[in-house]
């Protein structure tokens, strides 16, 4: 969750890996990709998936003071620009998640959705964001919760 308010909801999901890789979206920007060859892109939502978004770590070439930057969490950064994007195509940080699309509730609809039990919430890491892979993460924060996956039960309704 990126942005909570009375008004709307902006989040992205971090765990479901694109068929794409970040090479052939900056290719198509018009970038050139000085990164991992085989970084691949992920969804982050169904909202606008034609909209990009990038968390990334520190790095030395994005200005600290960059208004179109902003900290997220400890080590963690969000960009949506297309001047950022190509600072980024250019000198990528070691930490990097390209979003596709995002997550969005409108006015009350993530407060009713968490008081019927459909959402868990977790605070974001470095770690998590960057480091555990996308198909252990769900399990992984589930469990650092202190909760063992196998006792949710998938309903609808306050439980």
Excluded: C
């Excluded at 085989?38 to 939502?45: Q, T």
């Excluded at 070691?94 to 919430?121: H, M, N, T, V």
């Excluded at 892979?133 to 589930?142: E, N």
């Amino acid at each position: 969750m990126l942005e909570h308010g009375a008004g709307a909801s902006f989040g992205l999901v971090l765990n479901r890996p694109a068929d794409l890789q970040l090479s052939e979206l900056f290719r198509s920007l018009q970038f050139e990709w000085r990164g991992e060859l085989d970084a691949a892109v992920v969804w982050g939502g169904p909202v606008e998936p034609n909209s990009g978004w990038l968390l990334f770590g520190d790095s030395p070439f994005m200005a600290s003071d960059d208004e179109q930057v902003s900290p997220v969490v400890e080590g963690v950064n969000f960009g949506g620009s297309m001047d950022v994007f190509k600072q980024v195509s250019e000198n990528p940080p070691s930490s990097l998640k390209f979003l596709l699309g995002y997550a969005g509730w409108g006015p009350g609809q993530l407060e009713l959705e968490i008081a019927q039990g459909a959402w868990l919430s977790a605070e974001a890491t470095a770690e998590v964001i960057f480091d555990v892979p996308a198909d252990v993460m769900w399990d992984y924060v589930v469990r650092g919760l202190g909760i063992d996956p196998s006792s949710l039960v998938s309903t609808t309704g306050v439980h």
